[in-house]
């Protein structure tokens, strides 16, 4: 995307009519895809809980008390085990996920790159959401096989402070940097319903259009209420909400995988059908997101079947670069 976009222009998109919005970002999405593939993705709490940031939508935050306890890093081969069944599943992306704050030097990271190795060899994009890395750190993860790294911005810079004190915005664009610097892809997106404004949602939209390198994947999140968090009392965004934000992201990012993330289990066939329309071209499948519910794989099954919608081949961007 042009870095010398401004967000006025993405707030002209993100306000146009809806029916007009799905439209232009149903034509830019088969432009640059194929409507009827969907990536099916399944993301992996390999540790959980214990987590000392204050993010006020997570359940996995020490501080605060929601009955997620705290678990030790899992074993490289339950790991492994866990991303064959996916795969078996119809999963062409894996994603692991680690309540930290930060990637530490140590035993820990080192059995991660060998989990990165191992879903490497199975011959599914391996991502990863470790909190904030180093350049070096994010290296050593490419050197393993990693295919993508996901580091939300979460929402916009100004709205930030009001969810998050225990790291900043920069620290976030930061790790993006680095992860992109190494050759590896970056998945950055956010979550709407905390309390922002449509504003943030459109702040957070031109921070990510106007990187100087588009993320590859960007979900988008609907805030899933977990009680014992300080947006326990938070309402459902509307559908409506996340199509707005969806196609806007499809418009501001044609190659960018969309995801239609955290949320879904609230929404019905038909809904996550409009989402589809609107540009979005990748789902997590399974019981959990990390802590929090999702569809079953009955149920995504029948929506493909219904919608006559296929599992997109993993690695299809850098084969369709490779032609």
Excluded at 134 to 153: D, F, M, P, V, W
Excluded at 179 to 208: F, P
């Amino acid at each position: 995307m042009n870095p010398t976009l401004s967000k006025d222009a993405v707030r002209e998109i993100y306000e146009s009519p809806i029916l007009e919005l799905i439209y232009r970002a149903a034509t830019v999405h088969r432009q640059h895809h194929d409507p009827q593939e969907v990536q099916v993705c399944t993301l992996l709490s390999v540790k959980t809980g214990g987590c000392p940031e204050d993010c006020a939508y997570c359940p996995q935050a020490a501080r605060y008390h929601t009955g997620v306890q705290a678990h030790k890093l899992m074993e490289v081969d339950e790991v492994l085990s866990a991303a064959q069944r996916a795969k078996d599943a119809g999963s062409t992306r894996f994603c692991m996920g680690a309540a930290w704050r930060e990637v530490r030097d140590n035993r820990d990271f080192d059995k991660v790159l060998e989990m990165v190795k191992g879903v490497n060899q199975l011959d599914m994009e391996v991502c990863c959401t470790l909190g904030m890395l180093s350049e070096t750190q994010a290296q050593k993860l490419k050197e393993a096989g990693l295919y993508a790294y996901n580091h939300n911005l979460d929402t916009s810079e100004e709205f930030y402070g009001d969810i998050i004190s225990t790291r900043t915005y920069d620290d976030r664009l930061q790790t993006i940097n680095h992860v992109q610097k190494v050759g590896i892809s970056a998945c950055s997106g956010g979550i709407i319903g905390m309390g922002e404004s449509h504003d943030d949602r459109i702040g957070m939209l031109h921070t990510l259009a106007s990187l100087p390198e588009a993320p590859e994947s960007v979900p988008v999140n609907a805030l899933v209420a977990v009680e014992g968090t300080p947006l326990e009392h938070q309402k459902r965004v509307s559908v409506w909400d996340m199509i707005r934000m969806i196609a806007t992201a499809r418009i501001l990012m044609p190659k960018a995988m969309v995801r239609l993330s955290a949320g879904r289990v609230d929404m019905t066939m038909e809904e996550q059908a409009l989402c589809f329309m609107a540009g979005a071209n990748s789902i997590f499948a399974g019981e959990k997101l990390l802590t929090t519910p999702n569809p079953d794989v009955d149920a995504d099954q029948e929506m493909f079947q219904t919608l006559n919608i296929r599992p997109r081949p993993a690695f299809k961007a850098q084969k369709l670069e490779a032609v």
